[in-house]
């Protein structure tokens, strides 16, 4: 729903370019044909052009911001942890938005009801081409609705040929379907006045178009306008319908009066092209996608929930440039299953979402790759980087039963930007391996935290880590070793042998295919109290 809300807004912003221009270049004209053509190609464009894709990458200057990847977690949110967020403008507004949506629907079904039963069953006569004359009492401005003409007793009798060919023209010409179509147009873009006046000025070219029908039949223009004046009366009942009097009445009588275009003055509408172009280019600008991220997220999560991290497990951390080509030059991950043995099982609080289940869904070629993923994909915000923005993002998302990434939210913010950046490479995600519970593919959430940080010198990191003060573990892009740093804690492990800190410092970062970093109780009931600060257990292939 968040995605079509911010369709709905670029809609917005397109049908008010393309009205300005109409109105501005093209709505004096005398060529009533072409400039239906046009409004309606304009609406057709506007709904078009926020699906054309066009990739603007802002010029990334290598610095020295540094994002860290961290351990994947298995969520842990408990009752107690889930607080109701205050509502943002941008969800009050999505909120104020499908009200009137909703109130749009009502309004458009109440006036078909109402016309359905005018037109049904009654009395009519039926003329040339099937349409049907249905003579109502009462002083009714005539209109019609498709292949229908409703025309009051005193206005047929009187036999005012005028009135019936001008309402014939509306038929033959299928007015009706312009205005359903665009009334349709409005229940979405209520809000935006210029889906009212671009209605507005299609009916008034459906007038145009009548009303030149009438003159060309050899009715006398002065009389004719005289009874248009007279028959300025009367209850308009129903907004789809192509009332005979409104008022426009005045530009009616100006346009009959008006000297023929230049057949030239045809050629603006070329310059729609320019204005299309601007529109799609706006579009696609980074700040703009931000943006479009940004409200789409809201729109998607009304209220918003706060994780707290269950693992105080140390972190991987992948180091790169922000040239938008970060890379991992060591294959690290954790005991992915260790860790949700640390887990308390928890019940589910969505029938369909479960927390912990039997098989855990793994993204194709472990930890590593997810790692490598978002090493490689995540760029740091060019903004946020200027800003000097730093911090630690959490995001939340489902892996459902297929195996897709869905309802990546933001429980823990930093930055808009940094925030948009997190969602968006995390959103697009590959499909995962899906998680099982009692033998059946079952959708599971998951946190993954982010550390985006900005370092002293390029290619260094001046502090990494799960954002706790014990553990340190850093694969450097450099010299392509491995960097580890351990405070308070002398105990390292390589392939089942315990190891000296200098022995770590020499293995290629290529070789390595996983880390684990165990603390407290776990690190002494495995190696014994010489570990009691810890230990580091490096694995190579």
Request: net charge neutral.
């Amino acid at each position: 729903m968040g995605m079509f809300f911010i369709y709905s807004i670029k809609v917005a912003i397109c049908l008010v370019a393309f009205y300005l221009f109409y109105k501005l270049l093209l709505s004096r004209d005398t060529f009533h044909a072409f400039n239906r053509a046009t409004l309606l190609l304009l609406m057709l464009l506007s709904l078009v052009l926020p699906f054309v894709s066009l990739s603007i990458d802002e010029p990334t200057v290598v610095n020295n911001g540094m994002v860290q990847v961290e351990q994947l977690l298995v969520a842990g949110v408990t009752g107690e942890d889930i607080q109701p967020a205050s509502l943002t403008l941008v969800q009050v507004l999505f909120m104020v938005y499908m009200v009137g949506v909703v109130v749009s629907v009502g309004h458009e079904i109440v006036s078909l009801a109402g016309l359905y039963k005018l037109i049904s069953g009654r009395d009519h006569v039926t003329i040339d081409n099937g349409i049907r004359i249905i003579v109502i009492d009462g002083d009714m401005a005539p209109f019609s609705w498709f292949n229908n003409i409703v025309i009051s007793r005193s206005d047929y009798e009187s036999g005012r040929r005028e009135i019936l060919i001008h309402e014939m023209a509306h038929i033959s010409h299928h007015h009706s379907l312009d205005i359903l179509l665009c009334n349709v147009l409005l229940i979405f873009q209520w809000f935006n006045p210029a889906v009212w006046l671009l209605r507005r000025e299609l009916r008034n070219i459906h007038e145009y178009e009548a009303d030149e029908a009438v003159l060309a039949s050899g009715a006398n223009a002065a009389e004719y306008q005289l009874l248009l004046i007279r028959k300025a009366v009367g209850e308009r009942l129903f907004s789809m319908a192509n009332n005979l009097n409104h008022n426009s009445l005045k530009k009616r009588i100006t346009m009959m009066l008006t000297k023929r275009s230049n057949p030239w003055n045809r050629v603006k509408v070329l310059l729609t092209v320019p204005v299309a172009a601007v529109a799609v280019v706006a579009f696609a600008t980074p700040k703009a996608e931000s943006l479009s991220r940004e409200i789409e997220h809201e729109s998607d999560a009304i209220v918003s929930s706060v994780v707290k991290s269950t693992s105080d497990k140390a972190a991987l951390v992948a180091q790169g440039k922000t040239s938008g080509e970060e890379t991992v030059n060591a294959k690290g991950r954790a005991d992915d299953t260790f860790i949700a043995n640390e887990i308390q099982r928890m019940t589910s609080t969505d029938d369909d979402v479960y927390e912990v289940v039997e098989k855990m869904p793994a993204f194709p070629g472990g930890i590593a790759e997810l790692m490598k993923y978002l090493s490689s994909n995540i760029k740091y915000p060019v903004e946020a980087h200027k800003a000097g923005i730093q911090g630690r993002v959490v995001v939340s998302f489902v892996v459902n039963k297929d195996g897709t990434v869905k309802d990546a939210k933001i429980v823990r913010s930093v930055d808009k930007s940094i925030d948009a950046e997190a969602l968006r490479v995390i959103s697009a995600m590959p499909k995962w391996q899906p998680g099982y519970q009692d033998g059946k593919a079952v959708s599971v959430r998951y946190t993954l935290p982010v550390t985006f940080r900005l370092t002293g010198e390029s290619g260094k990191v001046q502090s990494t880590g799960a954002g706790n003060d014990n553990t340190n573990v850093k694969i450097s892009s450099g010299n392509n070793n491995v960097n580890i740093s351990f405070k308070d804690t002398r105990y390292y492990v390589i392939n089942g042998v315990h190891v000296d800190a200098a022995e770590v410092k020499k293995i290629s970062a290529d070789k390595i295919k996983e880390i684990v970093v165990l603390k407290g109780e776990k690190a002494i009931e495995k190696f014994g109290e010489q570990a009691r600060d810890g230990a580091i257990v490096v694995t190579t292939e």
